[in-house]
């Protein structure tokens, strides 16, 4: 059996570090403040990121991967004589799925006794790197590659997951919200509640204040696992630019839920949903576990 190799983009949130160790091949999305392009890791760390973006004004705008930036990395692996599975961000948020699509068409017109799968899971951020860490384990297990594609692309069905801002400013600047409904939901202190829904963000429900906004992120949690077994999901409470927002969300969702915050993953978003959410986006959610 050949060897298999997985590759994801930057929204996978696995830093270059992280990635090298784990044997992942990361391809960069590009990252734009001011005219100034940035690659996560190398450029900009996610610190420096959500300081420049706090700063009034300043709106950050994604550069996909192109096809020939997934290319490169493709070459690479089937030179090596490895097959490769290819996890990119939601094709519904992201054209970085299109963009491997080609590439691996490119490469198999190259190279036909390749193989190249490329999973559109319909996930993002760090639910995109549970299912990596879950792939990685088949690999080690002896699974196929078909197993393992079949497995990823079905780990959406086990999502549950929503987002918050505490500032509207960004999902203005952006387009994801008019200016007239930025400036009411100010006036007013709505918070969205976004939910993940098939590889899609999907405005579910506004409420007012911050504190109800929290509490409803935690509930969706909650009544998604109840009376099931804990064990089998992996929990995350994620954060932009304030990590207090994080712990906050952490700990009520271990008391909710009870469990441990040990096992909720605790995490900064990476600096691509972080550019439509702000320094001030907040994520709960909870995702099964592919391989029990």
């Known amino acids: 059996m050949r060897e298999l190799k997985i590759v994801s983009d930057t929204s996978c949130e696995l830093r270059q570090k992280e990635a090298e160790a784990l044997g992942v091949d990361i391809v960069p999305f590009t990252i734009t403040l001011d005219g100034t392009h940035y690659i996560r890791d190398i450029d ?18 994604t ?48 190279y036909p006794e ?3 799968h490329v999973v559109d899971a319909k996930l993002v951020t760090w639910l995109t790197w549970s ?15 078909e197993q393992i594609v079949s497995a990823l692309q ?3 069905n086990g999502l549950t997951g929503a987002l918050t801002v505490d500032s509207l400013d960004h999902l203005v600047r952006g387009g994801r919200l008019s200016k007239v409904a930025g400036i009411a939901g100010s006036v007013l ?12 963000l999907v405005p579910d429900q506004k409420v007012r204040g911050r504190k109800k906004a929290v509490h409803e992120l935690v509930n969706l949690i909650a009544s998604s696992v109840e009376s099931k077994s804990t064990a089998d999901y992996r929990f995350f409470t994620l ?34 949903l972080g550019c439509h959410g702000g320094p001030t986006v907040s994520i709960a959610a909870c995702i099964k576990k592919i391989n029990v």
């Open 44 to 61: 900009i760390s996610i610190e420096e990121f959500y300081e420049k973006i706090d700063a009034k004004g300043v709106t950050p705008k």
């Open 63 to 110: 550069s996909l991967p192109s096809p020939g930036d997934y290319f490169e990395v493709f070459e690479k692996n089937v030179k090596e004589g490895k097959d490769i599975i290819c996890l990119c961000l939601s094709s519904i948020l992201s054209g970085s799925y299109q963009s491997a699509v080609t590439a691996s068409e490119e490469i198999h017109d190259k």
């Open 114 to 116: 390749s193989k190249v």
């Open 131 to 145: 299912i990596i860490i879950d792939a990685l384990e088949m690999i080690k297990a002896g699974d196929s590659a």
């Open 154 to 156: 079905n780990a959406k």
């Open 189 to 200: 202190d709505i918070k969205p509640i976004i939910h993940f829904k098939e590889g899609a």
């Open 239 to 272: 954060y932009g630019g304030n990590e207090e927002y994080g712990k906050e969300l952490q700990s009520l969702m271990a008391e909710k839920i009870g469990i441990d915050k040990s096992e909720i993953k605790l995490a900064p978003i990476g600096t691509v």
